[in-house]
């Protein structure tokens, strides 16, 4: 056979050898104008406007900018380590496995610190702060909440993603404070007209409570739930609807208590999260509502399904799982509620 031949039939060969492994891979991730996309497959990092001269940087997959491919999103927070790389690369593991990645983009934002060192444009936040909707420590008057607006608005906005059909918000541990509370308050979700939301909330170390009953951890026959004497402070914001900051102000009790109750929230929970390790919330608010993560998470699911039977509240656990957000995410139950995955009984 002839050289050139032999070099057209190399280039066929390789072209057909692309074909047919393009459904086993991840796609590149597609750069765009700032982006750096490290040799990591995948992955993109870019900086994300959020006021006027300050930014953000969010990993992701597609263009924030916009794509025609992308018919699903899904928007995961960090937790406490705010370790947003770790995050997303865990979050694109599970998209691979289900065969989503090809048209689902993932969006991993960072909400950073003075201890990241951000950068002169870089807002932050402290680092209690962040995962409440507080306002930052620069730019002052932006909460994290509202970041978490304008990623729901540049995503539902159909000239960017003009066949986007959904969107799930998720958050592992402190990540998933920040997906439950923001599912309760968050502003942007009620504007995005033919755009549903799934908020999928795992293994947080608290929860917001809708009323100032907490459950009674000293009766055995089934934890009734009963107003606590107590001095703590423990219907305050985070854990409760008193003394909210600035951008819960803005609604009523009665308005939280709308969104909440009307959104369609995933509580997601590793029935093995019961450890007393050192990211674990041990105020005496986040005692009040129960011993460990997975208790807390059950006793507040089953009291929202008594007080608000009609609320669109699902709650999946995962078995023999952890505080382990790669697990997590991994898992039959994630998938199926991410990603449409057939779930095997």
């Not at 208590?257 to 995933?266: G, K, L, P």
Request: glycine share 10%; hydrophobic share 40%; aromatic share 8%.
């Amino acid at each position: 056979m002839r050289g050139g031949a032999v070099r057209l039939l190399t280039v066929v060969l390789v072209a057909v050898s692309a074909l047919l492994m393009a459904d086993a891979t991840p796609p590149a991730a597609v750069p765009g104008r700032g982006d750096a996309c490290g040799p990591r497959q995948g992955m993109c990092r870019s900086r994300l406007p959020v006021a006027p001269g300050w930014t953000i940087p969010v990993y992701r997959n597609f263009p924030i900018t916009g794509s025609r491919t992308v018919t699903d999103a899904v928007v995961v927070v960090h937790g406490d380590l705010r370790d947003p790389v770790a995050t997303y690369v865990g979050m694109l593991k599970a998209a691979t496995a289900a065969g989503a990645s090809g048209h689902t983009i993932i969006i991993a934002p960072a909400f950073q610190t003075s201890a990241d060192r951000p950068g002169t444009h870089g807002a932050r936040w402290k680092s209690s702060g962040w995962k409440d909707g507080d306002d930052a420590v620069h730019p002052r008057g932006l909460s994290s909440f509202e970041v978490m607006d304008e990623i729901m608005r540049r995503l539902a906005d159909r000239s960017r993603f003009p066949e986007l059909g959904h969107i799930a918000l998720i958050g592992h541990s402190a990540g998933a404070q920040f997906t439950q509370r923001y599912a309760a308050a968050g502003q942007a979700p009620a504007a995005l007209n033919g755009v549903p939301i799934d908020f999928v909330v795992a293994n947080p170390s608290s929860y917001l409570y809708l009323e100032p009953a907490r459950p009674n951890l000293t009766d055995r026959a089934g934890a009734p739930f009963t107003v606590p004497r107590t001095n703590c402070r423990y219907d305050g914001y985070k854990y409760g609807l008193h003394n909210r900051n600035r951008y819960l102000s803005q609604l009523s009790d009665a308005q939280i208590i709308a969104n909440y109750t009307s959104r369609h929230v995933t509580y997601l929970q590793g029935d093995a999260d019961t450890r007393q390790d050192g990211l674990l919330d041990t105020s005496c608010a986040a005692r009040l509502q129960g011993r460990n993560r997975f208790q807390r998470g059950t006793l507040y699911f089953d009291r929202m399904k008594a007080r608000y039977p009609g609320a669109p509240h699902t709650r999946f656990v995962v078995h023999a799982v952890g505080h382990d957000h790669d697990a997590m995410f991994g898992s039959p139950e994630a998938r199926a509620v991410l990603f449409g995955a057939p779930l095997k009984p």
